[in-house]
């Protein structure tokens, strides 16, 4: 069964960088569309980036285009999300998430209700 284990957060300054990982011990990442979600306190979940299983094809929710970017090596099971230029706003509990039959636009745009979620992990930009 997929398990989604997020690393790399932690604290940063504005306009500093940290790189986010969610990797799968099973090795079957390869079979989904990967999304990267976060959720500020007191706000929604926001979709901040998918990548789709095998075109590369990525979508980026507009605060984050031109500093983020998200990729994949499939055959380590593993997804990035490089985050530069960091904003305070930026600051939230990111967390993966896993789905397949699904393209990046709709999974971040969504609701992915048949996804698997990793435990999310703490990004905090502040000064």
């Known amino acids: 069964q997929l398990r989604l284990v997020e690393s790399g957060g932690g604290l940063a300054q504005p306009g500093g960088s940290l790189t986010l990982s969610c990797d799968d011990s099973?090795?079957?990442?390869?079979?989904?569309?990967i999304g990267w979600f976060r959720r500020a306190p007191g706000k929604e979940r926001e979709g901040v980036s998918c990548i789709s299983r095998e075109d590369g094809s990525t979508f980026y929710t507009d605060s984050v285009k031109g500093r983020f970017s998200i990729s994949r090596d499939n055959a380590k099971s593993i997804v990035h999300l490089q985050m530069n230029n960091l904003k305070p706003e930026d600051t939230a509990n990111y967390y993966c998430?896993?789905?397949?039959?699904?393209?990046?636009?709709?999974?971040?745009?969504?609701?992915?209700?048949?996804?698997?979620w990793g435990q999310g992990i703490k990004v905090d930009v502040s000064s």
């Open positions: 998430a896993a789905e397949r039959f699904t393209t990046p636009q709709a999974m971040c745009s969504g609701d992915p209700a048949f996804a698997t």
């Open positions: 099973t090795f079957t990442l390869g079979y989904y569309t």
